[in-house]
């Protein structure tokens, strides 16, 4: 039963965003669709292991190639087209010549690991149409805000979600027969937990404190720095965003929100704003620093990481990090330029079955993008994240100067991911970062056009004056 009635939510969903494929809607459906929905629902899980953001993934990819005419003609103009090309290169080079793979999974992995994640930087892109495209989405996300933050509060105060019971109830025997991950999994319901973390929505209290910040930048930018409309919605949502990055205690994502808003305020306003902007921010944190428990605990967690490395708080530390990082490196000298392959750590180290005798203790969660690139895909893999990288911020730098506000929300965007993944893994950040960062380029490219538009007609309109007075 259950099963059937997840299958009529996906459909639904499917339909939507296919009726709506020719607007901004089939986009807005998609993300609010990730954010409420939990990850671990699966719709299909043999033999395609269809996830339900994999489903809603999927249904924005076929409403764009089911209008293939203009993705070509959107993809011509798309200004990472050749990063695009060049990742989708580099991830095929390193499936084609994995032994391990079968003959569909070295083609079947680059086109999950391809459409899953890059690709859906040119689909956020294909989906705005216009710059009010933007705008629009902001209020319904501002209450998708409101909603994971509120359910969020709940949880914590609480202490129960039986949201994530019932999904682990139901769908956890689909993702894996492991106990040890299930009991990873099932230790965020138990309220006497040291650290008891709020997970609202999600199927990770990480992915709940990640999620939380990009859109409390988003509302922000939209409230406050491009529109003054809004002034006490864009409160509500800077404090909604702060408080869903503070009960997930992660010291990572705290730490990433924190720098992220520091690039969009110093990036986005003036001289004087800023001191505004950042004394108001100063005030508010000192205000819930004496009187919020939670924030004050996240916020001595994030400092005890300067201080003793993270040992006090428990959880992850630099020494565990450092160990880390070594173990990467022993693993990264097995094949140092294409790696050892996608999914190596889940099918070779043991941890998509964490209780294998496979399974190295000392690697216990490869908390950085950077050691999972070691390890899988190498010195290539490394180097197209890299590029890609580059490639965005140089894109967004470009724009500061005649949409400073946009141009600003893209390097912040850009900088808590940044800051998330090598802190503890990307995670499920990819599809909503990539998302958002397509529909912010977007907007700078039509602003750009607009601009370009106006200055020839004004030039047309001089020559023509110029002429008639020659005549």
Known sequence: MVQVLIILIALFFTFIIFYYRKSYVSLLWAIGGMLLLNSDIYVINYPLHMGIWRWLT???????????????????????????????????LIAV??????????????????????????????????????????????????????????????????????????????ITQSDAHLNSK??????????????????????????????????????????????????IAFLFGLTGAVLCFSRIVLLAVLLSFFVLIYFSTGFSKKIIISTAILFIGFLSYLIFSPFQKAIDNTFDIFITGGELAGGSSINMRIVQLFGAFRYFMQNPILGNGFEYINKELGWAERDRLLLDPDMYGFESIIYQLMIEQGILGLLYHLILLIALVAFFIRFLKKEKAYASLGLSIVSLFFIFSVGTGPLKAWPLTLLFLGMIMKYLVLSKSDKTAINSDVQNSSKKHFNLGIN
Not at 61 to 68: G, P, S, V
Not at 140 to 164: D, T
Not at 196 to 214: E, M
């Open 58 to 92: 999927f249904s924005l990819l076929f409403a764009a190639f089911y209008q293939i005419g203009r993705l070509k003609r959107e993809f011509n103009t798309f200004p990472l087209k050749k990063v695009l090309k060049l990742i989708s290169l580099a991830i095929l």
């Open 186 to 235: 099932l230790i965020i319901l138990n309220p006497k937990q040291f650290r008891f973390r709020a997970v609202s929505t999600f199927n990770h209290t990480f992915n709940y404190g990640y999620a939380s910040s990009l859109l409390a930048l988003y509302i922000f930018t939209m409230f406050n720095i491009v529109s003054k409309k809004h002034g006490f919605l864009t409160k």
């Open 97 to 174: 010549t994995d032994s391990r793979l079968s003959i569909f999974n070295r083609f079947y992995i680059p086109f999950k690991e391809i459409f899953e994640k890059f690709f859906l930087l040119f689909i956020g892109y294909f989906f705005i149409r216009n710059k009010e495209d933007l705008h629009k989405i902001a209020k319904p996300i501002f209450v998708i805000l409101l909603i994971i933050s509120i359910y969020g509060a709940f949880n914590y105060i609480a202490k129960i979600n039986p949201y994530f019971k019932f999904v682990s109830e139901n769908f956890f025997s689909k």
